[in-house]
Antibody
């Protein structure tokens, strides 16, 4: 069974940082592209970042480029999102998702709250 | 950036009815369009990929069609659990984008 489990969210002040993690199991993690998608409270879905299976290709939404860094450790079956210089508008549930053709499996999400 | 516009924002229907949701792209996305269902407090669930292919385990009452800029998701006979929010998403170009969602309400 495919499972994606996010962790690392929490309450942080504006300008702060967090490291989000996504533990994958039930599939060959190193064979799949992965991504992060976020959802602000009561709002729609926003794509955040993509990383290819080998980690050689990475891209970001303009809203986070230069502040967020996606990475993966295929040996640990884990995906990461380093989020820095956080803003109030970054408050959201952050989902990791497996990308096979499209986002076919999603984690349950981890909540990041940016507030003073 | 490709903008996806879903219409309508909210639909009020009854169980058993047939419904068609619309997603229009600001430029062609070929067939690289997916539909997701999201229940309250849950992660999105993939329903349809590449415009018309049902994802694994998705009931046959869900179907998708379209190409280029105009797409539809049809639910042939609404079940009570279908009254939630639906999103379209394109993967033709980065940044990937989502529509703003259509919420189905029970009339």
């Amino acid at each position: 069974e495919v499972q994606l489990v996010e962790s690392g969210g929490g309450l942080v002040h504006p300008g702060g940082y967090l490291r989000l993690s996504c533990a994958a199991s039930g599939f060959t993690f190193s064979s799949y592209n992965m991504g992060w998608v976020r959802q602000a409270p009561g709002k729609g879905l926003e794509w955040v970042s993509y990383i290819s299976s080998s980690g050689s290709t990475i891209t970001y939404a303009d809203s986070v480029r230069g502040r967020f860094t996606i990475s993966r450790d295929n040996a640990k079956n884990s995906l990461y999102l380093q989020v820095t210089s956080l803003r109030v508008e970054d408050t959201a549930v952050y989902y990791c998702a497996r990308e096979a053709v499209t986002f076919d499996y999603w984690g349950q999400g981890t909540l990041v709250t940016v507030s003073s | 950036e490709i903008v996806l516009t879903q219409s309508p924002a909210t639909l009020s229907l009854s169980p058993g009815e047939r419904v068609t949701l619309s997603c229009r792209a600001s430029q062609s996305v070929s067939s690289y369009l997916a539909w997701y269902q999201q229940k309250p407090g849950q992660a999105p669930r993939l329903l349809i990929y590449d415009a018309s292919n049902r994802a694994t385990g998705i009931p046959a009452r869900f179907s998708g069609s379209g190409s280029g800029t105009d797409f539809t998701l049809t639910i042939s006979s609404l079940e009570p659990e279908d009254f939630v929010v639906y999103y379209c998403q394109q993967r033709s170009n980065w940044p990937y984008t989502f529509g703003q969602g259509t919420k189905l309400e029970i009339k």
